[in-house]
């Protein structure tokens, strides 16, 4: 189990979908601290610490949308599970997506778990809740 506040790690390019999580978040009283990135190449940067990310906390877990502009989640998550330093973190994929090929080929690039989001604020607060449950409280995480 953590001592610390986990750090989860946003990658989502749809604003509509990052103040749902953060009121999710809030609403749902997480005991975690929420970072947010808009895209595949921003999330880059984060984890490598680059440009404005420099200061950035290396996340213990990330959440994955996979519909967004410049880079997707599908290459993002191929480039992070090669990354010898960044491959252990687990990446949730987090997106509105049921279609099975999507699925299928996000496993095939080392995903650790397929959400499809919910719709409503309470399902939202709840899958979260959920998520850190078994992610942050039960599972046994490696340390950044």
């Known amino acids: 189990m953590l001592e610390r506040r986990a750090e989860i790690l946003l990658v989502e390019d749809n604003d509509g979908d990052v103040e749902l999580t953060e009121e999710a978040f809030a609403r749902g009283k997480l005991s975690a601290n929420l970072s947010v990135t808009h895209d595949g190449v921003e999330a880059l940067d984060f984890l490598f610490r680059r440009g404005a990310f420099t200061g950035a906390v290396i996340p213990d877990l990330i959440l994955l949308d996979l519909n967004m502009p410049r880079m997707d ?7 992070v599970k090669q990354d010898p330093t960044l491959k252990y973190i687990p990446v949730i994929v987090f997106t509105s997506s049921s279609a ?8 095939l690039r080392y995903a650790n778990s397929y959400i499809i989001k919910p ?9 979260l809740k959920q998520v850190e449950n078994f992610w942050i409280k039960l599972s046994q995480l490696p340390r950044s």
Request: proline share 0%.
């Open 73 to 79: 989640g599908k290459e993002f998550l191929s480039i």
């Open 100 to 107: 099975q090929a999507d699925i299928t080929d996000v496993f």
């Open 119 to 127: 719709f409503s604020l309470e399902e939202y607060i709840e899958v």
